[in-house]
């Protein structure tokens, strides 16, 4: 089970872009790297997945290095509203499981 | 969003008290999931579920007993629980047990006195 490491929190204003990046060393072939978003009280949702180079969608972009070993979570222009708390995960589509981990606190301030 | 459902959104219990947690989905998928997030804790694993069979159980303590009718409806029962398991408890659906796209219910904010 591939795990990841990364910020515990960072901050940022509106309208920058926000970078988050998390270290996964050991990643198997068959691992998926995914993102998922959590708000207070509420349940994770899910954000982004990619398995090498770069995805986009309309929330985030995620960039994954040839090797694999790291990828970054790319949050265009934040807005108060992106504060929350951002989980990093290596998904096997061999297992059932999610594993979380602590993840990134982003607050974002006016 | 109301594709994954929970009741009661709040519940406070004795530790003699038996209640249960309800999760419906409305998305047609196949798998669910229990998932117990405490303060200052990464999200736990509890139960998976697939087409109604329990798939994966996470060593959970007995006092913590599931229940899936049909592929739309999860329970969690609860009794003689300890004040260690006040926590969020999350429920989620996804097509196949086997995705990564998992999507999350509101959860249920258990405090156990």
């Known amino acids: 089970l591939a795990k990841t490491t990364q910020p515990i929190s960072m901050d940022s204003y509106e309208g920058q872009e926000v970078n988050i990046t998390c270290s996964h060393n050991?990643?198997?072939?068959?691992?998926?790297i995914t993102w998922y978003q959590q708000f207070p009280s509420q349940g994770p949702r899910f954000i982004i997945q990619g398995y090498k180079t770069k995805v986009t969608n309309e929330v985030a972009s995620l960039f994954i290095p040839a090797d694999r070993k790291s990828s970054t979570l790319s949050l265009p222009r934040v807005s108060l509203s992106d504060t929350a708390v951002y989980y990093c995960l290596v998904v096997n589509t061999g297992r059932r499981a999610l594993t979380f981990g602590s993840g990134t606190r982003l607050q974002v301030q006016p | 969003e109301t594709g994954v459902t929970q009741t009661p959104r709040h519940l406070v219990m004795g530790m003699t008290n038996k209640k249960s947690l309800k999760c419906e989905q409305h998305?047609?998928?196949?798998?669910m999931y229990w998932y117990k997030q405490s303060a200052k804790k990464p999200l736990e694993l509890m139960f998976v579920?697939?087409?109604?069979?329990?798939?994966e159980n996470n060593s959970v303590p007995s006092r913590f007993s599931p229940e899936c009718p049909n592929s739309s409806h999860l329970f969690l029962h609860l009794h003689t629980l300890q004040p260690e398991d006040s926590a969020l408890y999350l429920c989620?659906?996804?097509?196949?047990?086997?995705?990564?796209?998992?999507?999350f219910g509101p959860g249920t904010r258990l405090t156990v006195l």
């Open positions: 989620a659906s996804s097509q196949d047990s086997r995705v990564a796209d998992q999507f």
């Open positions: 050991n990643i198997a072939t068959n691992d998926y």
């Open positions: 998305l047609g998928h196949n798998a």
């Open positions: 579920y697939s087409l109604e069979e329990r798939v």
